[in-house]
């Protein structure tokens, strides 16, 4: 079992129900392949660097998970059946990035930190 995480873009046309359930539907998918997943986050409506089959908007999601790498393959052509997603990568995560995300749910780098000088005096 490796590590992944994958964002997906969905179209904004979609109904705040619509786009729950298809998560929902995405992270069943893995489950069903056998893979445990971490961390699931839902970005929300974010503007497009560029536009995307003539949209400017999508719902950004995050599935950080834990998998065989045949569990990949069959979630990514379920994303290319699904017309409702516009993007979507999927990364292989490697220790580094394992601890910067725990870090990060954690919200280890929200926290301000004190400068030296506050702590010498």
Not at 47 to 71: C, D, R, V
């Amino acid at each position: 079992m490796n590590n992944y995480e994958t964002v997906f873009i969905l179209t904004p046309v979609l109904s705040e129900d619509q786009m729950k359930d298809t998560v929902k539907k995405f992270s069943k998918i893995l489950k069903e392949n056998g893979s445990k997943i971490i961390n699931e986050e839902m970005w929300g409506l974010k503007k497009l660097a560029y536009p995307i089959q003539h949209k400017s908007t999508g719902f950004y999601n995050l599935f950080e998970f834990e998998a065989a790498p045949e569990a990949i393959s069959k979630l990514e052509t379920e994303f290319r059946r699904d017309e409702t997603i516009m993007r979507f990568l999927t990364t292989a995560l490697d220790k580094h990035a394992m601890a910067y995300n725990e870090k990060r749910r954690k919200g280890e780098f929200n926290k301000k930190s004190k400068s030296k000088e506050e702590v010498v005096t």
